[in-house]
């Protein structure tokens, strides 16, 4: 598992669509895939949005830890809904079953667990793209974080605003790692608005 490998797969699933190219959204990990997208492959980019986005370098996180140290049973899983959300409201058991389930279907806790064995902040490092070539991306570009997010620091979108040259940012108070599930309304304005602009650039 590598980070080239994760972003040709992205290459060859918009090739299989025959999508030249594409909006991508990316979330957590997903940004970092979506990071190196537009460094490596610019042309199959037209706007770029980062949630609470991996990408650059920082000290990894208790919370992401523990997502990436994941065991299977119903009492971790309610933990990591209590990492992921702000709002108590929408974390419940029933979620919590619902994606318990999920990880005990066949193979994917092998898969899952041979991602990220400790030490982990190894990958937090590998998933890390050079600020010099962050900074070359030339792309529109939404960032978007919760401000008490616990998996993802704030301070990975403070410095992403700083290295791309076309960016906004977006920070959304009383809100976790879940930005587009604890504010949906908002966060699908933003996004709606920024896709759908075809103005000057930021």
């Not at 590598?2 to 030249?20: C, H, N, P, S, Y």
């Not at 994606?99 to 092998?110: C, K, L």
Request: aromatic share 10%; charged share 25%.
């Amino acid at each position: 598992y590598t980070l080239d490998l994760w972003t040709r797969q992205v290459l060859d699933f918009m090739e299989a669509l025959g999508i030249k190219q594409a909006d991508l959204v990316g979330n957590s990990f997903g940004g970092a895939i979506a990071l190196s997208l537009a460094i490596n492959h610019p042309e199959s980019v037209r706007k770029l949005v980062l949630m609470g986005a991996m990408g650059v370098r920082f000290e990894i996180t208790e919370g992401l830890d523990r997502v990436w140290g994941y065991e299977p049973s119903f009492e971790n899983m309610r933990g990591l809904l209590d990492l992921f959300a702000y709002n108590r409201e929408i974390v419940n058991d029933d979620l919590a079953r619902m994606r318990y389930e999920a990880s005990i279907r066949s193979g994917f806790q092998e898969s899952f667990g041979a991602m990220f064995p400790v030490p982990r902040q190894r990958f937090v490092d590998a998933l890390a793209k050079d600020e010099d070539r962050i900074h070359e991306i030339q792309h529109p570009t939404l960032i978007i974080h919760g401000r008490e997010d616990k998996v993802i620091p704030l301070e990975t979108s403070l410095k992403l605003i700083r290295l791309i040259p076309e960016a906004q940012l977006h920070i959304f108070g009383h809100c976790g790692h879940w930005t587009q599930i604890e504010r949906t309304a908002e966060f699908n304005g933003l996004l709606d608005n920024f896709l759908s602009w075809e103005g000057e650039k930021c």
